[in-house]
Structure formats: C-alpha cells, structure tokens
Nanobody
C-alpha cells in the first residue's frame, strides 16, 4: 500500500488549502483514511478521519467547522479541505490508512504517506 500526499504550501491566515492523498496497491473499501499533523517541536496529532464504507467522519476539536475530509472511492483518493487557516495550523500533514473504525491515534494506523508541509503566515 502506498499513500501519496500533496497540496501543501504557503498561505496567509484566513486562507484555504486542499490536501490530497492518493492511495494505491489495494482496494480501500474496508479502510479508514485519516490525516495527522506534526508541528515543529510538537507531537503528532490527529486531524480527521473518514471511513470509506459509510463515509462517517470524525474531527479533532481544533479543526471542527474549518476542515472537511472527503473521499473519492473511484480514485482511491482522500481530501482535506482546510478553510479559515490559522498560524497554529502550520505543520507537516500526513495521510494514513487504518482497518479500525474511528481511529484517532497514530498507533491504530497501518500505512502512512510522506508528509506535505502547510505553512500559514500571520
């Protein structure tokens, strides 16, 4: 299983970015796909997860109402639409795949992509 994240960049506070994570190697109908982030000097934290089977979504409190996770089964791709970005959203964002339902910790994920850097300037 390979996960390829893209879409990071530099944006001003209040702006938007959309991250993409393309998956290959296996079908993902039984997986959940999540996003995590790690800011400099901080631990990795959960951002959002979507379950392919029922499209259920879960978010960290810090991004609720601003970020939206969605998926395209046909393309095996998951997206993270990030609006109203804040400087504290600056981090390397990682996508990951899990067999578990509503997984919100890194240890519950089986596959990880490389990170994509998001920088939000004030």
């Amino acid at each position: 299983v390979q996960l390829q994240a893209s879409g990071g960049g530099l944006v001003q506070a209040g702006g938007s970015l959309r991250l993409s994570c393309a998956a290959s190697g296996r079908t993902f109908s039984r997986y959940g796909m999540g996003w995590f982030r790690q800011a400099p000097g901080k631990e990795r934290e959960f951002v959002a997860v979507i379950m392919w089977s029922g499209s259920s979504t879960y978010y960290a409190d810090s991004v609720k109402g601003r970020f939206t996770i969605s998926g395209d089964n046909a393309k095996n791709t998951v997206y993270l639409q990030m609006n109203s970005l804040k400087p504290e959203d600056t981090a390397v964002y990682y996508c990951a795949a899990t067999f578990r339902i509503a997984a919100m910790t890194g240890g519950e994920y089986d596959y990880w992509g490389q990170g994509t850097l998001v920088t939000v300037s004030s």
